[in-house]
């Protein structure tokens, strides 16, 4: 029998694929942890991975692979799709096509397999990444091309003696180091918030604690004084800022395949480094830094959600995003509160807001009142001519 790989979650779609190509294939199914993952949820998972016929069953455990490869770049542009989502779930399908791909070639398996819909993102950030790293291997999509019902799957698991729990949950739940989708009823209309009982995190805490960010070249490297791997801060801060209920919204964006979509998140800690990184980047960043910083990163993050990570253009995207963190370091402070956090202040040997030069509104220390009247009245010609010759 042929060799086949399968990206592997254990759900419904992806059971059904395990069932049915191990008819036909020597199945070897893999799962990649970018987050979220308890290690009683990886045993599980392989144990109903091989009640579904398969020949092997891998974990990758990818997290510090994610973090370094896309969410790093993700907090250096303060990237939040339509200046809401922080691209969760879209960063990452990313990774875990690469990694699947690349273990498919280290097997020599000659067909790939995925569960994704016709109706999705996820079948066009498959696709792309496995026909490009690796165009020998024929991607095979048994939900997408027989365009099965859900019924129609948990009969025929039925029928193969696979009969488990598969009651539609209310919301499905995807969880990740860079936040948490929600999906269900309510955000298949455009009206209906979800109800606080549909987020993972319910509110544990009451009052405010203060916690503070270390950044050094644009890099969570601390909490709350504690050295540790970036990824470690975002887990650990993410424990924190979740007893606070904090990070909860709903994203309406455009999908790749041209519909509106719309999802719940839960991003406690995705939100929080973004926005302190950000408020840090304010003080340490020039203007100029600041507004073409802008654009780039909008561009990284649609490209991103697009499917486009392999694109050259992104290399060089990432570039200028590192070269403009050489000078963004620093402690951030922030008070969670529930439901909500705020930004108190920053503390950086880099800070432009420098006394020495002047405080805004109040004084000025490095030119003269002659000086100002001087730049006024040079810096306003433009308009002056503009008006003078179109009155």
């Not at 891998?58 to 200046?83: E, M, P, R, S």
């Not at 405010?208 to 709350?224: S, Y």
């Not at 979740?242 to 709903?250: F, K, L, Q, V």
Request: overall charge negative; aromatic content about 10%.
């Amino acid at each position: 029998m042929k060799k086949l790989v399968i990206a592997y979650s254990g759900g419904l779609d992806t059971s059904y694929c395990a069932v049915s190509l191990s008819k036909e294939y020597e199945v070897h199914a893999v799962s990649v942890n970018t987050g979220g993952f308890t290690k009683q949820e990886v045993s599980k998972i392989e144990q109903n991975a091989y009640k579904m016929g398969v020949t092997t069953y891998k974990n990758i455990d990818a997290v510090a692979t994610f973090y370094n490869k896309v969410v790093k770049y993700l907090i250096f542009g303060n990237v939040l799709k339509n200046n809401t989502y922080p691209l969760s779930v879209s960063a990452e399908r990313i990774v875990q096509a690469i990694e699947i791909i690349e273990y498919a070639k280290s097997i020599n398996a000659e067909y790939i397999a995925h569960g994704s819909t016709g109706a999705g993102n996820d079948q066009v950030r498959f696709d792309m990444i496995f026909q490009t790293l690796a165009p020998g291997i024929k991607i095979i999509t048994p939900i997408r091309d027989q365009k099965l019902s859900r019924q129609e799957e948990i009969e025929y698991l039925k029928a193969n003696g696979i009969d488990m729990s598969w009651e539609k949950a209310q919301y499905s739940v995807n969880k990740g180091l860079w936040g948490t989708s929600v999906g269900g009823a309510e955000t298949l209309t455009s009206e209906k918030p979800l109800p606080s009982e549909a987020y993972p995190s319910q509110l544990q805490k009451e009052g405010e604690e203060k916690v503070t960010l270390t950044f050094k070249k644009g890099e969570f490297i601390a909490l709350n004084g504690e050295a540790n791997a970036p990824e470690v801060n975002i887990e650990k801060l993410n424990d924190m800022a979740s007893a606070y209920a904090i990070g909860r919204d709903i994203h309406v964006g455009d999908t790749i395949v041209g519909i509106k979509g719309r999802v719940g998140f839960e991003a406690a800690a995705a939100l929080i480094t973004v926005k302190a990184h950000h408020l840090l980047e304010k003080h340490t960043l020039t203007k100029w830094q600041l507004q073409h910083k802008e654009y780039v990163s909008s561009f990284y993050g649609m490209h991103l959600h697009e499917g486009q990570y392999l694109d050259p253009v992104m290399r060089d995207m990432e570039a200028f995003l590192q070269s403009s963190q050489d000078k963004v370091s620093g402690d951030v402070t922030v008070t969670l509160k529930p439901y909500h956090f705020t930004l108190d202040g920053i503390k950086s040997e880099h800070d432009l807001m420098s006394a020495k030069f002047g405080s805004y509104g109040e004084e000025n220390r490095a030119w003269t009142a002659d000086d100002a009247k001087g730049f006024i009245k040079i810096i306003g010609n433009q308009n002056k001519i503009y008006k003078q010759v179109n009155s």
